[in-house]
């Protein structure tokens, strides 16, 4: 296989092959976080401690699998939906071996401890730039196939896919102060305020319309029905990205910020259930009576898991942004539980059921074996909840005893239970990522039965 290969649809093969390799990377280094967390003195090497592979760990969740999936996705879902051949097959493969690169250099550099030390902004300067230039490249490849396109109506998953892009771009440069290479901030509470202005629209604005664009385009194939609105699907776009920018100040109800931005966060958080509620509508009623369907599709069962998190998810989020909630869940297991269903159980269950959903239209041939993608579905699921469980009733155990004056060092033992199952858990999720990783390999290199 060539490195800039102009054969189509080898882009994106190459992007799903990666993004589930680094799937297998990522969950491998949460497992080990969850392990030190049970026991902080079993690894002693400086490169493997909690500090140094926790930011790998979430990096490489968000950007590595996920990301990885969103370019694959790109390079063979806006030519489809525009009616028009990719601009650039090289240029697409140019991309994605400069992501993978990119990639490889931020594992080592964030092991060997260079870090700007902001959360989901770890990468150092050089490594910014290049994750801006790989965007930017997308973006081009992308908008230069629609603007030769066939199709005059743009389907919403367009929207999703190229607006995640072109907002993540602007969202990463301003979050990660490009403008600052030596530290990657600005300075004093202003430097918290932008550090989660960012941090929010990484979810928001890239794994988001990633996530909700390919839910339109994979359920109603799924269920044989055209999409139930398609002016519900463009207010549920407009929506979020009019209310999501303005949302990440919530962590910072108990800082100092003004308080006109604290009530603007809080508004727009609770504003948040249009949006979400919006597309599961539009997407749920798509579905309806057709849910027999669904389940005899493995992408699609992912992705209609996908979109019950995001249920829980859009509604979780808006009451934690209350203050009268924070005061039990803010900075405990609770926001770890939280944050795991958005990433874990809402975005990557969707990538992974893309990869199984396009993989046999790519390929022209049936996945590897669909027992292992089921099996696969199954772990996956079972993790995400598990997790989600585990987590939340750990952060209701410290939130109520912090509340009622227990200080921090008495309530570790209590959690050590929670720990040790939330480490279990992580066995699971790994081992769905092995499989994963298997199959889609197999599906990619084996000839396979051809699809009908």
Request: glycine content about 8%; hydrophobic content about 55%; some cysteine.
């Amino acid at each position: 296989m060539k490195l800039l290969s102009s054969e189509p649809y080898s882009a994106t093969k190459a992007c799903f092959l990666s993004a589930v390799g680094w799937l297998v990377v990522a969950t491998s280094f949460g497992l080990l976080g969850a392990i030190e967390l049970v026991a902080p003195d079993l690894v002693t090497i400086p490169w493997l401690l909690f500090g140094r592979i926790r930011p790998v760990h979430t990096n490489l969740v968000m950007f590595a699998f996920i990301g990885t999936t969103y370019l694959g996705t790109v390079f063979y879902v806006i030519p489809r939906l525009v009616r028009a051949p990719l601009f650039s097959e090289r240029l697409a493969n140019l991309t994605l071996w400069a992501w993978n690169l990119a990639l490889v250099a931020a594992v080592i550099s964030l092991m060997a401890g260079y870090t700007q030390a902001r959360e989901y902004a770890e990468l150092v300067w050089p490594l910014d730039i290049a994750i801006l230039a790989v965007f930017a490249l997308t973006l081009i490849n992308g908008l230069e196939t629609i603007r030769r396109r066939t199709e005059n109506l743009l389907y919403v998953t367009v929207w999703y896919l190229m607006a995640g892009l072109a907002i993540t771009w602007i969202n990463y440069a301003i979050g990660n102060a490009v403008w600052n290479p030596s530290t990657g901030s600005v300075t004093g509470i202003l430097d918290a305020i932008l550090a989660w202005f960012y941090g929010h629209n990484v979810i928001g604005m890239f794994l988001t319309p990633f996530a909700v664009g390919m839910a339109y385009y994979i359920l109603p194939r799924v269920s044989g029905r055209p999409l139930y609105s398609h002016t519900l699907s463009l207010v549920g776009f407009w929506s979020l990205v009019a209310l999501y920018t303005h949302i990440g100040s919530h962590h910072l109800i108990q800082a100092p910020i003004p308080t006109w931005l604290k009530v603007v966060s809080i508004v727009d958080s609770i504003g948040m259930i249009i949006p979400v509620m919006v597309a599961l509508t539009n997407l749920w009623l798509t579905m309806k009576d057709r849910l027999g369907t669904l389940h005899t599709n493995v992408g699609g069962k992912f992705v209609f898991a996908g979109t019950v998190w995001y249920f829980l998810v859009g509604i979780q989020g808006p009451l934690q942004s209350l203050p009268t909630v924070q005061r039990v869940t803010h900075f405990n297991n609770w926001v770890v539980a939280h944050a795991h269903i958005a990433v874990l159980g809402f975005s990557a269950m969707i990538a992974m059921g893309t990869i199984y959903f396009l993989l046999p239209e790519i390929t022209e041939k049936k996945l590897y074996s669909e027992r292992l993608a089921d099996v696969h579905y199954w772990l996956m699921l079972f993790g995400v909840t598990s997790f989600f469980v585990v987590l939340t009733s750990a952060g209701l155990v410290q939130g109520n005893a912090w509340l009622n004056g227990e200080t921090v060092y008495r309530m570790l033992p209590q959690l050590n239970v929670y720990l040790i199952l939330r480490g279990l858990t992580g066995i699971t999720i790994v081992l769905g990522a092995v499989i994963g990783f298997f199959n889609v390999f197999m599906s990619l290199m084996s000839r396979g039965e051809a699809t009908p």
